[in-house]
T-cell receptor, first 113, second 113 residues
Framework: DAGVTQSPTHLIKTRGQQVTLRCSPKSGHDTVSWYQQALGQGPQFIFQYYEEEERQRGNFPDRFSGHQFPNYSSELNVNALLLGDSALYLC????????????FGPGTRLTVT | SQQGEEDPQALSIQEGENATMNCSYKTSINNLQWYRQNSGRGLVHLILIRSNEREKHSGRLRVTLDTSKKSSSLLITASRAADTASYFCATAPYTGANSKLTFGKGITLSVRP
């Protein structure tokens, strides 16, 4: 049973560019959440997708957008990259109606130069 | 913004000793969770304690929660070198696996062989 997978593992982009990160949830899960973790900090909630709609959003600008597909996989898009967007991006999956458990993927390390 | 603040920021102990980590938070919660992260990769869920619980055990882990003081502690007994990692507390404002998590900045634990 595959857990949460994310791609790519590492990514280097230039300021002003756009990036797309991908996440496949754990088998059977229907909800995907995205978190940003800057170096030396704890993860910060970006947004959550369920039934292909954004259900909750953290304190992130509109440059951060996402999508969820019918197979529950999800993408995180960041436009007009800034140096401060350099971070580890974590995806977590869960099942609506279940209690508490969220499963995290290994993350995508984004470096903006 | 960070909800939880862990204390200490870094902890170094000898193998076999106990490690105690503390977390304080600011707003009302439904539950508090502890996660482990190895080498800046994905998060592993360790233990969850609900707001109406005071203490919980899981293997070598013991977590306590004091809602009146808005604080929690994680005790790892008989530590091993493999316990070396960063530890985060995360709070959830409501029940359900779709509840967004608010993390603290984390504690770096080093266990010397």
């Amino acid at each position: 049973d595959a857990g949460v997978t994310q791609s790519p593992t590492h990514l280097i982009k230039t300021r002003g560019q756009q990036v797309t990160l991908r996440c496949s949830p754990k088998s059977g899960h229907d909800t995907v959440s995205w978190y940003q973790q800057a170096l030396g900090q704890g993860p910060q909630f970006i947004f959550q997708y369920y039934e292909e709609e954004e259900r909750q959003r953290g304190n992130f600008p509109d440059r951060f957008s996402g999508h969820q597909f019918p197979n529950y996989s999800s993408e995180l898009n960041v436009n007009a990259l800034l140096l401060g967007d350099s971070a580890l991006y974590l995806c977590a999956s869960s099942l609506q109606g279940e209690s508490y458990e969220q499963y995290f993927g290994p993350g995508t390390r984004l470096t903006v130069t | 913004s960070q909800q939880g603040e862990e204390d200490p920021q870094a902890l170094s102990i000898q193998e076999g000793e106990n490690a105690t980590m503390n977390c304080s938070y600011k707003t009302s919660i439904n539950n508090l969770q502890w996660y482990r992260q190895n080498s800046g990769r994905g998060l592993v869920h360790l233990i969850l304690i609900r707001s109406n619980e005071r203490e919980k055990h899981s293997g070598r882990l013991r977590v306590t929660l004091d809602t009146s003081k808005k604080s929690s502690s994680l005790l790892i007994t008989a530590s091993r070198a493999a316990d070396t990692a960063s530890y985060f507390c995360a709070t959830a404002p409501y029940t359900g696996a779709n509840s967004k998590l608010t993390f603290g900045k984390g504690i770096t634990l080093s266990v010397r062989p």
